[in-house]
């Protein structure tokens, strides 16, 4: 219901502004504390008018992180890549072994596919360090541990479950009537899965990919365990600003904004593919 | 005669006003309390959006709308006291379909008796008595649809607007509903607008059709002036079964008779003196023309115009014969069995009573048979 | 190509929808299947088509079984209800579908399709997204994806439905010609009975998990097997009375508001039965009082129909009975009127189990020349 009252309209457009203020506040701040050193961060009282600063993302950058106790060595964007490569990675099996069971879950119906869907979708109920305290010991023993192999294999339990039941839902709505159209027109089972039902679902498809990456990105517990420093992710390698000498907010702060980078990119652009929808006018009579 | 409800020049932009998608074009109409109005028009005509407008789901981007001698376009739905049954039926899911019904009159504080008595009555007009006590997901479309319209009906509203009411009822008892509907309403004076794309529906119910097209109103009337006078040619062709016949003619005149020759070699003559002469004076004022002629006014006959069979389809009734005609398919209906097979030649005629006359390039009616059009 | 079906069943989990159907079709001929919805028409023709199997029975396509025969490999063209076209290729590919599969040539394929394009008159929107296109032409599209590649068996499902009364009229009057024209073998789905009447060969009524009567449109409108059947077609529909017939002055009548109303002699079998007369709305007529065996009624309601009159009255006992005849003609408008039955148009049904009594005049003329 629209209405045209101009009060109306006013105090409508405060709340937005108070809604967004919410929200973005954490962001915003935290953008600003990245151009800050961590005296200016940490001044009573806060303010918003400082001299900006560069050298927290050329310390991130470099590997040199200047404590007061020093310098200390850090891998940041070798951390940085690893996380990079660990969600492309996965999502990239995720999809390639998700999608077509998702499309078997959603049209065949087989007997027990309920059954493997849920459990399926149940690992994402286990708590992960439940499956983590045995799983470390077989990684160790198949020399699994600390390898990107490894690593991309365990994030299945993240990426998988979400890509298949997202993935599911987008193929059970295209309508069966148009797959069973292209298969009448003379096309076989798999001419049809890639002609019509995957692009049908693309956006779906767009979303869990979206959806399993910054899940992948942001896992923190699996990493911490099965990789050492050469593999680990942002998530953990963050760990090392805690250092002897405090914590570098500064560089924190420049850190979360370098690792949100790639995943708020990857949103942006794939946006309009979301945003595109399923367009099934064809259907709908 | 109450004016029940006023549209007056109202405006619908989907986006912004003067810019966006311009749904419904200064629409402008007057509806006399105790009437039965239908919209009648394909889908994407507007009518949907009208209906929506009065029933305060969409904002008026112009104009004002007057019910019961108040403007409403500014009023929340709720405040408008209009009921309303929705195409998707939108009952609520949780409470049994009796509970559905009765759900604005227990709001009303109606004694208990009474809204029992009310929707027993209202069931029992639709048939739905037996599925009372169900739930809306346990019983089909057309079922729900019913209790929608249930819903709608039982109240008393200023106005009850049915969103496409029976779209999804089988075909007999849609025919056997639409008596009763029609009888419910009148009996208790309601004032309603019916939005359909089904004539049969909008004649057999509404004392007026309002046929509406690319978001005009093409014309308001009751359902013998809308086949009789047909406003444009719009109207002429959409409304009617089947459909008008229409043929780009000239007309001239020699030696006391009036030729229409028709652009596929054929012509159309008539003694002079058939036609009424302002009649006659219009149209060979304009030259151009196009004639338009409804299936059952054209006859086979001895004497005619030469059309040659290409479909003779028999319906039980009557038979609907297409005969190629002036390089186009004319169609004429029978209400006896006729025997034709493809191929065949027939003389066709036309009386001059029968003719409706437009202009080509607006289509606005000029005369019907003859008198001249308003 | 014909088409055989033998004793299909099929059933949804406990859900029965074909029972024991058998149907065969010829070559070229238009069989449509009417029915109400839920009588399983579209599940008979998705076995057809292949993307369901039966649960038991044989479909056979010219002599050949099509078990185990994958749908792309039937080669049939179908249109469905909804039209089904693929959202996101435009008109154009989606009607050149059926020609990609056979890999034609570019040129070929642009050829055919914009042959049967301009037949459908949709050659100017081929470059529109489904989306951009109205209803009609979605329509004309969906149809003419199942022509392009000239399939020998098309198989339509109620094309007609959701388009507005206008196209569906020229549709109606234009599909036979096309149809004849591509020579196919065609099983048409509808619900409406004038469709039914006009472009089919022979119409399955069906009914009940199965066909119920199987015959020509004048079979069927004329010869209905059953009270239901005679009940579906027609509108407005026919008038159903109880009678028990009678000889009366040596005639065997059926008494309408105590008035004898002549039947077949052919009905005497019937004598003393419980009956149902049928009386088509377009079979009766008013007629002055003093015409033999006209039946008193009182009008109740007249309402327009499609250019037909249809007058309610009601028989002395209160009965109901439509009466139609041709807009313009005169006719009462209320109070008391007389109508008469012309015996040979009346249908007897049996009341027990509704279906029709078939007179037997054939063969008693025979023994009576004899």
């Given at each position: 219901?629209?209405?045209?009252s101009?009060?109306?309209?006013?105090?409508?457009g405060?709340?937005?502004?108070?809604v967004?203020?919410?929200?973005?506040?954490?962001?915003v701040?935290?953008?600003l504390?990245?151009?800050?050193?961590?005296?200016?961060?940490?001044?009573?009282?806060?303010?918003?008018?400082?001299a900006?600063?560069?050298?927290?993302?050329?310390?991130?950058?470099?590997?040199?992180?200047?404590t007061?106790?020093?310098?200390?060595?850090?891998?940041?964007?070798?951390?940085?890549?690893n996380?990079?490569?660990?969600?492309?990675?996965?999502?990239?099996?995720?999809?390639i072994?998700?999608?077509?069971?998702a499309?078997?879950?959603?049209?065949?119906?087989?007997r027990?596919?309920?059954?493997?869907?849920?459990?399926?979708?149940?690992?994402?109920?286990?708590?992960?360090?439940?499956?983590?305290?045995?799983?470390?010991?077989y990684?160790?023993?198949?020399?699994?541990?600390?390898?990107?192999?490894?690593?991309?294999?365990v994030?299945?339990?993240?990426?998988?479950?979400?890509i298949?039941?997202?993935?599911?839902?987008?193929f059970?709505?295209?309508?069966?009537?148009?797959?069973y159209a292209?298969?009448?027109?003379?096309?076989?089972?798999?001419?049809?899965f890639?002609?019509?039902?995957l692009?049908?679902?693309?956006p779906g498809i767009a979303?869990?990919?979206?959806?399993?990456?910054?899940?992948?990105w942001?896992?923190?517990?699996?990493?911490?365990?099965?990789?050492?420093?050469?593999?680990?992710?942002?998530?953990?390698?963050?760990?090392?600003?805690?250092?002897?000498?405090?914590?570098?907010?500064?560089q924190?702060?420049?850190?979360?904004?370098?690792?949100?980078a790639?995943?708020f990119?990857l949103?942006?652009?794939?946006?309009?593919?979301l945003v595109?929808?399923?367009?099934?006018?064809?259907?709908?009579g | 005669?109450?004016?029940?409800?006023s549209?007056?020049s109202?405006?619908k932009?989907?986006g912004p006003?003067?810019?966006?998608?311009?749904?419904?074009k200064?629409?402008?109409?007057?509806?006399?309390?105790?009437?039965?109005?239908?919209?009648?028009?394909?889908?994407?005509c507007?009518?949907?959006?009208?209906?929506?407008m009065?029933?305060?789901?969409?904002?008026?981007?112009?104009g004002?709308?007057?019910?019961?001698?108040?403007q409403v376009?500014t009023?929340?739905?709720?405040r408008r006291?209009?009921a309303?049954?929705?195409?998707?039926?939108?009952?609520?899911?949780?409470?049994?379909?009796?509970?559905?019904?009765?759900?604005?009159?227990?709001?009303?504080?109606?004694a208990?008796?009474?809204?029992?008595?009310?929707?027993?009555?209202?069931?029992?007009?639709l048939?739905?008595t037996d599925i009372?006590?169900?739930?809306?997901?346990?019983?089909?479309?057309?079922?729900?649809?019913?209790?929608?319209?249930?819903?709608?009906?039982?109240?008393?509203a200023?106005?009850?607007?049915?969103?496409?009411?029976?779209?999804?009822?089988?075909?007999?008892?849609?025919t056997l509903l639409?008596?009763?509907?029609?009888?419910?309403?009148?009996?208790?004076?309601?004032?309603?607008?019916l939005?359909?794309?089904?004539?049969?529906?909008?004649?057999?119910?509404?004392?007026?059709?309002?046929?509406m097209?690319?978001?005009?109103?093409?014309?308001?009337?009751s359902?013998?002036?809308?086949?009789?006078?047909?406003?444009?040619?719009?109207?002429?062709?959409f409304?009617?079964?089947?459909?008008?016949?229409?043929f780009?003619?000239?007309?001239?005149?020699?030696?006391?008779?009036?030729?229409?020759d028709?652009?596929?070699?054929?012509d159309?003559r008539?003694?002079?003196?058939?036609?009424?002469?302002?009649?006659?004076?219009?149209?060979?004022?304009?030259k151009q023309?196009?004639?338009?002629?409804?299936?059952?006014?054209?006859h086979?006959?001895?004497?005619?115009?030469?059309?040659?069979?290409?479909?003779?389809?028999w319906?039980?009734?009557?038979?609907h014969?297409?005969a190629?005609?002036?390089?186009?398919?004319?169609?004429?209906?029978?209400?006896?069995?006729?025997?034709?097979?493809?191929?065949?030649?027939?003389?066709v005629?036309?009386?001059?009573?029968?003719?409706?006359?437009f202009?080509?390039?607006s289509?606005l009616?000029?005369s019907?048979?003859?008198e001249?059009?308003? | 190509?014909?088409?055989t079906?033998?004793?299909i069943?099929?059933?949804?989990?406990?859900?029965?929808?074909?029972?024991?159907?058998?149907?065969?079709?010829?070559?070229?001929?238009?069989?449509?299947l009417?029915?109400?919805?839920?009588?399983?028409?579209?599940?008979?023709?998705r076995?057809?088509?292949?993307?369901?199997e039966?649960?038991?029975?044989?479909?056979?396509?010219?002599?050949?079984?099509?078990?185990g025969?994958?749908p792309?490999?039937?080669?049939?063209?179908m249109?469905f209800?909804?039209?089904?076209?693929?959202?996101?290729?435009?008109?154009?590919?989606?009607i050149?579908?059926?020609?990609?599969?056979?890999?034609?040539?570019k040129?070929?394929?642009?050829?055919?399709?914009e042959?049967?394009?301009r037949?459908?008159?949709?050659?100017?929107v081929?470059?529109h997204?489904?989306?951009e296109?109205?209803?009609g032409?979605?329509?004309?599209?969906?149809?003419?994806?199942?022509l392009?590649?000239?399939?020998s068996?098309?198989?339509?499902d109620?094309?007609?439905?959701n388009?507005?009364?206008?196209?569906?009229?020229?549709?109606?009057?234009e599909?036979?010609r096309?149809?004849?024209?591509?020579?196919?073998?065609?099983?048409?789905?509808?619900?409406?009975?004038?469709?039914?009447?006009?472009?089919?060969?022979r119409?399955?009524?069906?009914?009940?998990?199965?066909?119920?009567?199987i015959?020509?449109?004048?079979?069927?409108?004329l010869?209905?097997?059953n009270?239901?059947?005679?009940r579906?077609?027609?509108?407005p529909v026919i008038?159903?009375?109880d009678?028990?017939?009678?000889?009366?002055?040596?005639?065997?009548?059926?008494?309408?508001s105590?008035?004898?109303?002549?039947?077949?002699?052919?009905?005497a079998?019937?004598?003393?039965?419980?009956c149902?007369?049928?009386?088509?709305?377009?079979?009766?007529?008013?007629?002055?009082e003093?015409?033999?065996?006209?039946?008193p009624?009182e009008?109740?309601?007249?309402?327009?129909?499609?250019e037909?009159?249809?007058?309610?009255?009601?028989?002395?006992?209160?009965?109901?009975?439509?009466v139609?005849?041709?807009a313009?003609t005169?006719?009462?408008?209320?109070?008391?009127?007389h109508?008469?039955?012309?015996?040979?148009?009346?249908i007897?049904?049996?009341?027990?189990?509704?279906?029709?009594?078939?007179p037997?005049?054939?063969i008693?003329?025979k023994?009576?020349?004899?």
């Amino acid at each position: 219901m629209e209405t045209t009252s101009p009060v109306e309209r006013l105090l409508r457009g405060i709340a937005i502004t108070l809604v967004c203020l919410f929200f973005m506040f954490p962001i915003v701040w935290i953008v600003l504390m990245s151009f800050q050193t961590n005296e200016t961060i940490l001044r009573v009282p806060p303010s918003v008018i400082f001299a900006p600063t560069l050298e927290n993302y050329t310390a991130l950058i470099t590997g040199k992180l200047e404590t007061q106790a020093g310098t200390l060595d850090i891998d940041f964007m070798g951390n940085l890549w690893n996380s990079l490569f660990l969600s492309t990675a996965s999502v990239a099996i995720g999809l390639i072994l998700g999608v077509p069971a998702a499309y078997a879950f959603a049209r065949l119906k087989f007997r027990g596919s309920e059954d493997i869907a849920f459990t399926l979708l149940s690992f994402r109920f286990a708590p992960p360090l439940l499956v983590l305290l045995p799983l470390t010991i077989y990684f160790q023993q198949l020399g699994l541990a600390n390898t990107y192999g490894g690593l991309i294999w365990v994030y299945q339990l993240i990426v998988l479950p979400l890509i298949l039941w997202i993935v599911r839902g987008y193929f059970e709505d295209i309508p069966a009537d148009i797959e069973y159209a292209y298969r009448i027109a003379g096309h076989d089972f798999w001419s049809t899965f890639r002609r019509i039902a995957l692009p049908l679902a693309g956006p779906g498809i767009a979303a869990a990919g979206l959806l399993s990456f910054i899940f992948a990105w942001n896992n923190f517990v699996f990493a911490l365990v099965l990789a050492s420093a050469d593999k680990q992710p942002v998530t953990v390698g963050a760990l090392a600003f805690v250092t002897a000498s405090g914590i570098q907010y500064g560089q924190v702060a420049a850190g979360i904004v370098l690792s949100i980078a790639p995943t708020f990119a990857l949103a942006l652009y794939a946006q309009r593919y979301l945003v595109e929808g399923l367009s099934l006018g064809a259907v709908k009579g | 005669m109450t004016i029940q409800l006023s549209l007056k020049s109202v405006d619908k932009f989907y986006g912004p006003v003067g810019k966006g998608v311009h749904a419904v074009k200064d629409i402008t109409m007057a509806v006399p309390k105790g009437d039965i109005i239908a919209l009648l028009g394909s889908s994407g005509c507007g009518k949907t959006s009208t209906l929506r407008m009065i029933a305060g789901f969409e904002a008026v981007s112009r104009g004002t709308i007057e019910l019961a001698g108040k403007q409403v376009q500014t009023l929340p739905p709720v405040r408008r006291n209009v009921a309303m049954a929705f195409e998707g039926y939108s009952l609520y899911p949780t409470v049994s379909v009796r509970d559905n019904i009765a759900f604005a009159l227990k709001a009303s504080r109606l004694a208990e008796a009474e809204v029992a008595r009310r929707v027993g009555h209202v069931a029992d007009m639709l048939e739905i008595t037996d599925i009372l006590d169900r739930f809306p997901f346990s019983i089909s479309g057309g079922q729900q649809q019913r209790a929608s319209l249930a819903r709608a009906l039982v109240r008393d509203a200023d106005l009850h607007l049915l969103d496409e009411p029976m779209g999804q009822l089988e075909p007999q008892l849609r025919t056997l509903l639409r008596g009763r509907i029609k009888h419910y309403i009148k009996e208790r004076g309601l004032t309603a607008i019916l939005v359909t794309h089904d004539q049969t529906e909008a004649n057999a119910l509404a004392d007026r059709i309002a046929v509406m097209e690319g978001g005009v109103l093409q014309q308001y009337g009751s359902p013998a002036e809308i086949k009789e006078r047909p406003a444009n040619l719009f109207t002429g062709t959409f409304v009617g079964e089947p459909p008008m016949n229409v043929f780009a003619a000239t007309a001239s005149v020699s030696g006391g008779t009036l030729t229409f020759d028709l652009t596929g070699g054929l012509d159309l003559r008539y003694a002079e003196s058939a036609f009424d002469p302002r009649v006659r004076k219009m149209v060979l004022d304009r030259k151009q023309v196009m004639i338009g002629v409804r299936p059952y006014a054209v006859h086979r006959a001895e004497q005619g115009a030469a059309a040659r069979v290409v479909a003779n389809q028999w319906l039980g009734d009557q038979s609907h014969i297409a005969a190629s005609f002036a390089g186009k398919t004319i169609v004429l209906v029978e209400h006896d069995r006729a025997h034709l097979t493809e191929g065949e030649p027939i003389k066709v005629e036309i009386k001059p009573q029968d003719l409706h006359i437009f202009d080509p390039t607006s289509g606005l009616a000029l005369s019907h048979g003859n008198e001249l059009a308003a | 190509m014909t088409i055989t079906l033998k004793n299909i069943r099929k059933a949804f989990k406990t859900n029965t929808v074909l029972e024991d159907v058998s149907l065969s079709v010829a070559t070229g001929e238009t069989l449509v299947l009417f029915g109400p919805s839920g009588a399983g028409k579209t599940v008979l023709l998705r076995l057809i088509a292949g993307v369901i199997e039966p649960d038991a029975g044989e479909i056979h396509v010219n002599g050949q079984n099509m078990a185990g025969v994958e749908p792309e490999d039937r080669g049939i063209g179908m249109a469905f209800q909804n039209f089904a076209l693929f959202p996101h290729m435009d008109a154009f590919a989606n009607i050149a579908a059926p020609l990609t599969a056979r890999h034609q040539s570019k040129a070929v394929m642009k050829d055919t399709v914009e042959k049967v394009a301009r037949l459908l008159k949709i050659d100017h929107v081929l470059h529109h997204k489904p989306k951009e296109l109205s209803n009609g032409q979605k329509q004309r599209t969906a149809l003419a994806r199942a022509l392009s590649a000239a399939p020998s068996i098309l198989l339509l499902d109620d094309p007609l439905r959701n388009v507005d009364a206008k196209l569906r009229f020229e549709m109606r009057l234009e599909l036979p010609r096309l149809l004849k024209d591509q020579n196919a073998t065609v099983i048409y789905v509808t619900q409406d009975y004038k469709e039914a009447m006009a472009l089919g060969h022979r119409i399955a009524v069906m009914n009940d998990h199965g066909i119920q009567q199987i015959g020509t449109p004048q079979d069927i409108y004329l010869s209905p097997a059953n009270t239901d059947i005679a009940r579906l077609f027609g509108d407005p529909v026919i008038t159903l009375l109880d009678v028990v017939p009678e000889r009366r002055a040596g005639q065997v009548v059926a008494l309408i508001s105590d008035t004898a109303i002549p039947l077949l002699e052919d009905y005497a079998p019937q004598i003393g039965q419980a009956c149902i007369l049928g009386l088509r709305p377009e079979a009766l007529r008013f007629v002055s009082e003093d015409t033999p065996g006209a039946i008193p009624v009182e009008v109740e309601a007249e309402t327009p129909l499609n250019e037909k009159t249809v007058t309610l009255a009601l028989t002395l006992r209160g009965r109901e009975i439509m009466v139609s005849r041709p807009a313009g003609t005169p006719g009462p408008t209320s109070g008391r009127a007389h109508i008469a039955v012309d015996a040979a148009s009346a249908i007897l049904f049996d009341r027990a189990s509704g279906r029709r009594i078939a007179p037997v005049h054939k063969i008693i003329r025979k023994e009576e020349v004899a």
